[in-house]
């Protein structure tokens, strides 16, 4: 089984979007809320996809979605939310990107 196949079955429906209208294909990928190594979870609560710290979430997603390319007016949709990057790495296996991972951060709007 390869990091794609893992990737179409088993994760999310993610879209890359933009404010232009602009949108990739749906592809599979994972986010989800960030957990402390010492499981203190101050000032967050409980979200859909689990407890949330301030909105930062952990992307990992196929290396031909390419997240560090998104523009200022450019987001992650997954599960109805919004989400904006922080920071992304794309990770090697011989030379060539098996994976990208990403800190996320959820976009609040105000209505």
Same mark, same amino acid.
Request: charge should be neutral; charged fraction near 25%; aromatic fraction near 16%.
């Given at each position: 089984?390869?990091? %794609?196949?893992?990737f179409d #079955?088993?994760?999310?429906?993610?879209?890359? #979007?933009? =404010?232009?209208?602009? +949108?990739?294909?749906?592809?599979?990928?994972? &986010? /989800?809320?960030? %957990?402390? #190594?010492? $499981?203190?979870?101050?000032?967050?609560?409980?979200?859909?996809?689990?407890?949330? +710290?301030?909105?930062h979430y952990?992307? !990992?997603?196929?290396?031909?979605?390419?997240? +560090? /390319?998104?523009? $200022?007016?450019?987001?992650?949709? =997954?599960? +109805? $939310?919004?989400?904006?990057?922080?920071?992304?790495? #794309?990770?090697?296996?011989?030379? %060539?990107?098996?994976?990208?991972? =990403? &800190? !996320? %951060?959820?976009?609040?709007?105000?209505?």
């Amino acid at each position: 089984m390869t990091l %794609r196949t893992m990737f179409d #079955k088993y994760g999310q429906e993610i879209a890359f #979007k933009g =404010a232009d209208g602009w +949108s990739t294909p749906v592809f599979g990928g994972f &986010i /989800q809320p960030l %957990r402390y #190594k010492n $499981k203190m979870y101050l000032n967050g609560v409980n979200t859909v996809i689990g407890f949330n +710290s301030q909105g930062h979430y952990l992307y !990992i997603g196929p290396p031909d979605h390419d997240i +560090s /390319q998104l523009g $200022k007016e450019q987001w992650i949709e =997954a599960d +109805s $939310k919004k989400f904006t990057v922080d920071r992304s790495e #794309k990770v090697y296996f011989n030379n %060539r990107v098996v994976y990208i991972w =990403a &800190i !996320i %951060r959820e976009i609040v709007e105000v209505e």
